[in-house]
């Protein structure tokens, strides 16, 4: 089984996805992929030096102002 294509299928919804490549949980090639194969549905913001699920603590300001801006048009 090929798990580097693991869940990369059409999402339903616009979708924001905080990541970066210091994440040794979640790779983070995965989260490129998706956001490459779907720009219209996918936005990555990619977060440098965080660690898996601490993407707000790295840059709180840069991660509400970016949540804001991808919220505010839906």
């Known amino acids: 089984r ?7 299928h059409r999402p339903a919804v616009p979708t924001l996805i905080f990541h970066g ?14 956001a490459d194969t779907h720009p219209r549905l996918v936005a990555l913001h990619t977060v440098r030096d965080a660690p898996h699920g601490a993407m707000w603590n790295a840059d709180p300001a840069d991660y509400e102002e970016t949540l804001r801006r991808f919220m505010t048009p839906l």
């Open 2 to 8: 090929d798990t580097g294509t693991a869940g990369l």
């Open 21 to 34: 490549p210091g994440d040794e949980v979640a790779p983070w090639r995965l989260s490129r992929r998706l």
